[in-house]
Every structure is written in C-alpha cells, then in structure tokens.
C-alpha cells in the first residue's frame, strides 16, 4: 500500500517536474511529426512552437516542489514563447489549472480532477470552442471524464493517468474524420476531413508524459 | 489620453504601423507595438508577456484599446488583458478592428480628444467606410449649408493634412459632409479619417462641405483657416503636434466644449435643471461569442427569450396607463413587430446551428449590423429607426444575459445623459427622480424625440460626443430652453439660472394655463390655432398641444419611405388613424409636395438643374394623374369618417387649380362607382408660396375654400433667396416687408371673397410676428405643437386695435429689422 508521503493516490511535486522535463523531451522528439500535421490543415509551425515554449518552460522552471507555482510558470513561458494560437490557449489551460494548487507540494486524485476541468473550462473560453470542433479539447476533455471516473473506482493514481492518456489518444484520433470548426483549419472546411488535429496530438503527447512520468516514480 | 497597444504577428509591422500613427494622429498619442517573438529564426508570431508589458507602458485612467491581427494575435491581446490586475483591467479593451486603418483611425480620434467609446466605434467602422456605394447619384442633404473650396496644400487631403482636418470637425456637433467634387467622389463624414482619405483630395481639388446652418459659418471659417495655414504643411504653425517635454493640452478642453464650459445641442424640450449627471449606457454591449454544444436547446432559449421581450413590453405599457397615448403606443407595437420578424429570427437561428455560438452574441451582432445599415440611410426618418431596433435588441438581450432591467433607474434625482435616447427610454423616465435628458446623437423626428418633446422635464439632444467625456455625479446645468448644458456652473451661473427658472416656469404655467382655451386677444379676438404635422407618430403629441385642428399633415412620409408607391388602402389607413385621432378636429392634408430635391426612387424623375423651382408640388401630382388619383381616393375616404380638407401645395396659376379640382370630382365619381363613403362638400383649399399665387389671389380665392400661406417657399421666391445658402441668409427673412406685403394682399384677397386663410410656415409660430399677423387679419395660425401653448400666451396680452395699428405700419416700413424692432415694442420686449 501507500506511504502517507506520496501514496498511490497522489501526485508529488518532484513528480511534477519530472512531468514537464518528460513533456520537453516528448515534444522535442515529436517536433517533426507535429509540423508534418499541421502542415496540409495549419500553418506547419506546431512542432516548432511547441519545441521552443517547452524549451523556455524548463529552463525557467522554478526551484522547488511547490505544484502550483511550476504549473504557473508553465503558463506564462509558453504564453510568452510558442508565438501562435497554442500560446494563449495552453497558456491559459496551465495558468486557469495552476491557481487552486498554489503552494501546493502534494496533490490528491479530486485536486487533479479539478485540475483538469478547471484547465479545460479555461480552453473553452480562450478559444470559444468545444469538443467537437477539431481542437485539443477533444483529446483533454475525454481524458478529464477517464482520469474521473477510472480514480472513483480505488483511487490508484497511475492507473487513471494512464486511463486518461489512452482516452486521450482515442480522442486524438476521433479529430481524424472531423471537419475543423476553429482557427486557420477551419477555413479549409471540409478539406479538413482526413487529417489527424496537431493540437490534440500535442495535448495527447503531454498526457501521456504525465501517465510516463508518474509511473516511472511510483516504480 | 487613451493609449494603443498594436499586436501582430510581424514586429516590423507593427512598428511601421506605430510610425504611421505617431505622424497621423496630429497629437502625441502614446502607442506601443507587440509584434513578433523573440526568436531570431522564425519571429513570426506574438508573445502574450510582450503585449502585457505594451499595455501597461501606454496605460493611463483614460484606458487602452489593444488592436491584433489575426488568429494567435487575437488570442494572446485577450490573454494578456486577462493577465492584467482587476483594477488594472477595467478600462482596458480589445477592440475587433482592422488592424491598419482601425489602428489609424482610432489615433486620429485619440489625438482629436474624442471619448473611447468614440475612438473604439470608428476604430470598428474604419473597414466599413472601405467601400463607398458604387456610382450612387449625390444627394444634397436637406437642411445643410454647403459650401465650395479649393485644397491648395501640396499634399492635399492625406494623412496629417486629413487628420488636422478631422480634428478641427470634431469639435464640432452637428454632421459634416465633404464631398471630392474634382474627382466626383460621394460625400463622406468630415470627421471620419477614413472617409476623408478615400475621397482622394489632392492639390488643386475642389471640395463641397455641407453642415448644420447653426453653425456652417464657423465651420467654414474654420476650413478657410486651415486652407490659409496650408494645413500646417511648410513651416506653418498651426496645430502642429506639441514638442517633446510640452504636457499635452488638458483633458478639460475637450474641442466640443465652448469657452464658457458649455455644450450646445438641440431643444427638444424647454426647461432647467440643476443636479448631477448620470450617463445611462445606451449602446449595445461587447458580447463573446461562446462555444455551445447543444445549438438546438440555445435557439429554443432564444425563441424564449424573444417571447419574454414582448411580453415585457405589453406589461410596462399596460404599467404606463396614461402616462403615454393610444397613438404613442404604437411605437412599442412596432418594436413587437420587430420581435416576430421571420427573417431576423430565421438568421439568427440559423447562425446558432451552423456555428455553434451562444445567441446573445448572434443577437448582438444582428441587432447591430441591421442598426448600422438603417444608421447609414440618408434619409433622417429614416435613420432614426436605428434607435428602435437597438431598443429592442437591448431589451432582448437583457433577457439572453439576464442583465438589469430598468437601465435608467437613479438614487437621488439627476439629470440622465444617453448617448443617444430609445422610445422605451422615454417610456421608463420618471419624472419626479428625473431632472432633464441629455444626449450625444439624436434629432426631433426620432421616435424618441417626438415622444421626449412631450415630458415636462428639459431635454436636449445631440450635444456631440464630449458629453462622454463629462464624469459621472458632475453637477451640470440643463438647458432645455437654450438647447445647451453648462458643464461647470459657478455660482453666479446657477444664480442667474435660479432667476430665469423661476421667470421661465411662472411663463410656463401662465402657458399652460392657457393651453386648452380658445386663442383669444385681450379684447376677445378670437383666431384658430392648428397643429402642423409629418407622421402618424405625433398624433400623441398634437392630441395634448390645445390645437384646434391640423392646420398641415405633410404627406411625404407616406411616399419617401417605401420602395413602391403605397397603395390607395395603405394611405387610407394612414389617413383614417389620423382622423380617428383628432376625434373631430379638422385635418387639412396637403397633397404630396416631392420634388427633386427629396428623391424618391421609384418616381423615376429627370435629374433637375434647380429643383425649387422645378417638377414638385401640385406640377408633379397633375402631370402623373395615376399617382395623384391614389392619393385624392384615399383622403376623400379617410374624409368619411371625421372633418377632413385636401389642399394643393405650390400653386401657381388658375389654370392648375381647376385642373386639379378636375380629377378631384373624378375620382369621387369613381367612388361613387365603387360605393365607398366620402363627405360630398370636403372643403378644398390652395397654398400661398408662389409669389404669382399671391398677387392673382383675389383670381384664385373664388375657386377654393380656404388659402394656406407657406412663408419658408413664398419667403424663398418673392426675396430669391435660397434658405440653404447661408451667404443670402439675410435676405431669406419672412418679416421683409416685401413678404409681409405679398401676405397682406393675400389675406385681403382671400377675406374680399369670402374664405378664411390661414398660414402653415415656421413664421406662423412666431411670437414677435403674431400681432402683425394678427392685425393683418389672419385666421389660422398652424404651428410646431410645442409653441402653442406659449404662442397662446402671446396672443392673451394683446389687443386686436393695437395689432391692427402695427400692421398698417410696418407694411410701410423698409426692412425686416425695423418691422421686429416695431412688433418688440408692441410686445414689451
């Protein structure tokens, strides 16, 4: 079972960073096949952006285990760096996630939950867009409902990360036959239908860092 | 002063776009430019930090507009606002603009000192005034002074020379109008920056500008000024942008704002007040669009929420009683018409399904695109209706976000400032908290306008846009009288105005003790007292005015708002509601007077050289009997049911007179035909305005029941002075005896034979001309509504031998300032 530090249930600091280094290297991995998907729907610059602002996003990481504060100074190096929409919109999902975690160095399995819906409500608004309409939310929100429900059932914190990051990956994949309702894919209509969503394919590609990262320290 | 926070992708563009606004706005305008990332290998992009840094380095209490691009530019302007402190935040906003011309356009008017609502609204419309209708024919505008120059300045009108331009207008009220005459171009607002540019003025360019005749001369000297300064082009010194280390010139100088600290406007309705100022936001608010996943349930919350507005309506109109008319009502049944109108609600509906956003937002957008296109109209009545649908697109929304519900409701008793006034406005005014209204925009023949005229508190509308800038709970000093408000009274100010109060309501309630007795002299001379009339809307206001009767229903409202002539039904209607209105009181209804100065576009008429004295009036009725039939069928019929007359406008000759009682008695042969009820002995009369009518009157008067002198055309044609030609405006005077002669002859001609004659012109109002119209024997005087009661007053301290005296003497005088200087001292002025 648990220890009463970092149990089974929980997600600690130290696992954080270790998130957001495994993010970068993620990232920096999938640069190309990132800019190879936006390049027929969007401007071929995904994977470039994406690489830049997580590069930025380590290096100022700050020191520490305080959840909060990391998630924060995620948002705000992204907001300044990856330069196109996902920004402002990644940007706004860490920064709207961080602020009930501030000073935080332990989180439960109902923070994170909270953690997700609050992110994802803050992508809704910046983007004024919803599931279905070819966007990143479509990978996050079904992740939020797994993570949710796999946590209700003992409350094994990898096994729902890892839940959610399958559910985000299928949701990734649902983008395929979806005609794109928001930003500059949208404009090609139904020419958008046949392309896997690049900003859901990063939002899966984060998750999946996350389920990784958490799993590896539980080991 | 507000500043400008540029974001795009390309940081060179926004700092060329900074480069351009600097030298355009005239002022220095502080700007910031947050292009591009900081990322020598692709500095394409935006930095949401970046651009929160710009905002808060051009940050003042006067708020920041933040203009973007596209896409990530957009989204990065919204985040950094959001990362912006509450308190920082309030008056900081995202203006949806084009980035270029919205960015210029908004630093001319910053530099201009205009308000930010102002600056955000031309900034949003810049992309609008793009595209100029193609090829449209020009339109003078009625009642505008125009006048020609010649642009002599090397650049001609483009960037600093234009903007030095529009600020110089701006500090004017009124609507100012310059057309390219050189280039043929339509004309453009003179205070758009946009406008000014398309229209191409080079060197060399002759240029029309039309303005309000209140105040066309100063706009002129103020043109003039700039074309001799050469528009501060080769070392002039006028209005160039102050140096570095000069602090800008002060908030308080608003251009607007006249020496005394006052701002001038129109009278709608007579009165003082003294008391804070609270502005009442009128316009429609910014909405986000939101995303909406289940667009069926948000139309169905629409169709709710459209059934609320009317219901909403029905309520506070059953709440007003009798506080508004049978007939005011009718403006409210217009706006639940609005609610039902299929095409409206098919798009907005569909525009929820197809794009999946909330229905406040495709409300919004909706309401204001059709407010805009109604805006944009030439014509004023037209025009006005923008105010009705922007008063029920607020009411609807009110019910999408569940906002307050009575916008005008104060704490303490004030003076409410609008930008601009709606009918359920009016509606919802009490006037026990209420001191008086003011507004930025707005005229008379607005529905508002018609339905504020009838409060007993001061109003005055379209005191220009630095009303904005006035601060909430400012003591200010209401006007209605002057049509002004003093924005910082001093105490002698306020005393002089506490004495003229108390002379203006003692006036005031001698006025309206007087206002529903017969119009009677001292000696007991009694005259009738009619109303004049342009739309079925006044009926409310003309039913509480102590008219007698309507002495003018001008019948062009019938003909100038439809895209077909109306039918003989139609104006039937019209007619018949008016008539049931009056509830026995006469209504003379003058047939149509369209000429070629009011285009009507299915009259497909030639163009005219000289449309005065053109194809209009009872010239244009006879030579086109099929639409001069119509109209005679349907006010015979409307005469079935209440006392009606039908009088012929423009009249010049016998010959035209018998002509048009011709078809009068066929087209009530054809009734008879048709079975259809009309009075057998509707009286007939003709209206004096044509010099050649007046002099053959005693010809004239045995054909006809009554005579109608119009004093604006008969002034016009017996001086030859055209009254929008401010240059001859001294001789455009109704009291030259020249014209006082013409109306003498006219009355004697009219009495010698018989009938009565009344006279329906602006003089017929006038106080200092009623004892000489009096004395002169005139029999009814038909008036704006809003001088009856005062005009009554007038007549009470006079005595018909004096009148008479004055009128024998001032025929014999030689100018029109020596017959005022005669009738003042009759009136103990």
Known sequence: MADARAGAGT???????????????????????????????????????????????????????????????????????????????????????????????????????????????????????????????????????????????????????????????????????????????????????????PGATSSYLILQAFSDAVEEAAK | MIGIVIVSHSGKLAEGLKEIADVM?????????????????????????????AIRDVMSDDGVLVFADIGSARLNAEMAIDLLEPDERENVH???????????????????????????????????????????PQETRTGGVVREFTIRNPMGLHARPAALLVTTMNGFSGDIRLANLSKGRNPVNAKSINGIMLSEVTANDRISVTADPAEAEAVFAAIEELIRANFGEEGSVASRPAPAGVPP???????????????????????????????????????????????????ERFTRALSGAETEIRTSLADAGQRISAYDRKIFDAHISYLHDPEIIETVKQRIIGEHVCAEAVWRDVVAGLARTYAALEDPLLQARAGDVIDVGQRVLRFLTGGETSPAAVSEPSVLAFEDLRPSDVLAIDEKTILGICTMSGGKTSHAGILASALSIPVVFAVGDALAGVAEGRQVLLDGT?????????????????????????????????????????????????????????????????????????????????????????QYEVYRTIVAGLSGRPLTVRTADIGGDKPVPYMDRPPEANPNLGWRGLRYSLGVPEFFDVQLAA?????????????????????????????????????RARNLAFDENVEVGLMIEVPAA?????????????????????????????????????????????????????????????????????????????????????????????????????????????????????LKLSSADAVRDRANVLLGR
Not at chain 1, 130 to 140: N, S
Not at chain 2, 103 to 110: D, G
Not at chain 2, 640 to 667: D, Y
């Open chain 2, 635 to 671: 006010i015979l019929r409307a005469s079935a049911h209440g006392p009606v007359r039908i009088m012929f406008p423009l009249v010049s000759t016998l010959h035209e007179v018998k002509a048009a009682k011709e078809r009068l008695r066929a087209v009530m042969k054809k009734l």
């Open chain 2, 249 to 299: 010139r002060p908030e308080t100088t608003s251009p607007a704002v006249s020496a005394s600290g006052a701002l001038a406007g129109i009278s709608i309705a007579p009165g003082f007040a003294l008391g804070p100022l609270h502005h009442v936001r009128s316009t429609l608010p910014e909405i986000e669009p939101v995303a909406v996943t289940d667009p069926v349930a948000e139309a």
């Open chain 1, 11 to 197: 997600v600690t600091g130290p696992m954080v960073r270790a998130w957001i280094e495994k993010s970068a290297e993620v990232l920096a991995e999938n640069r190309k096949y990132l800019t190879e998907l936006d390049s027929p729907i969007g401007d071929s610059d995904h994977g470039n952006n994406m690489d830049r602002g997580y590069k930025a996003v380590v290096e100022k990481l700050p020191e520490g285990d305080d959840i909060g504060a990391m998630l924060k100074s995620v948002a705000m190096s992204l907001i300044s760096k990856v330069g196109g929409a996902a920004g402002p919109l990644y940007g706004t999902m860490f920064l709207d996630g961080s602020k009930p975690l501030i000073g935080k160095t332990v989180v439960s399995g109902e923070e994170l939950a909270q953690f997700f819906a609050d992110a994802i409500n803050g992508v809704k608004k910046r983007g004024r867009s919803d599931v279905g309409m070819k966007t990143m939310l479509d990978a996050l929100a079904p992740a939020s409902d797994a993570f949710r429900a796999e946590f209700a059932k003992d409350g094994d914190m990898p096994a729902s990360l890892k839940a959610a990051a399958a559910a985000a990956k299928q949701g990734m994949e649902a983008t395929i036959p979806m005609q794109a309702q928001r930003g500059r894919a949208s404009y090609l209509g139904e020419r958008s239908i046949g392309h896997q969503d």
């Open chain 2, 482 to 570: 002057a049509g002004t408000i003093v924005l910082a009274p001093d105490a002698e100010t306020i005393a002089a105005m506490e004495k003229d109060r108390k002379t203006w309501e003692d006036r005031r309630a001698r006025a309206e003790a007087v206002r529903t007795l017969p119009a009677r002299t001292s000696d007991g001379h009694e005259i009738r007292v009619a109303a004049n009339m342009a739309s079925v809307e006044e009926l409310g206001v003309i039913a509480g005015s102590g008219a007698q009767e309507v002495g003018l229903l001008r019948t062009e409202f019938l003909f100038m708002h439809h895209d077909s002539a109306p039918g003989e039904d139609e």
């Open chain 2, 94 to 136: 995202f203006c949806d603009a084009p980035l270029v011309e919205g960015v210029l356009a908004a630093a001319v008017q910053i530099g201009a000192g205009s308000p930010l609502q102002t600056v955000m609204r031309e900034a949003r419309e810049a992309a609008l005034q793009k595209a100029p209708p193609p090829g449209e």
């Open chain 2, 25 to 53: 706005s005239g002022q220095p305008v502080p700007v910031a430019a947050a292009g591009g990332v900081d990322d020598p290998e692709s500095p394409l992009g935006t930095d949401g930090i970046r651009v929160l840094e």
């Open chain 2, 694 to 810: 007046a002099e053959m009157a005693d010809i004239l008067a045995p054909e006809v029941d009554f005579f109608s002198i119009g004093t604006n055309d008969l002034t016009q044609y017996v001086m030859a002075a055209d009254r929008a030609n401010a240059k001859v405006q001294d001789l455009f005077d109704p009291f030259n005896p020249a014209v006082l002669r013409m109306i003498a002859r006219s009355i004697e001609a009219a009495h010698e034979a018989g009938i009565w004659i009344g006279m329906c012109g602006a003089m017929a109002g006038s106080p200092v001309a009623a004892p000489i119209l009096i004395g002169l024997g005139l029999d009814e005087f038909s008036m704006t509504p809003s001088d009856i009661a005062e005009f009554k007053l007038t007549l009470s301290g006079l005595s018909l031998p004096a009148c008479r005296d004055l009128a024998v003497d001032v």
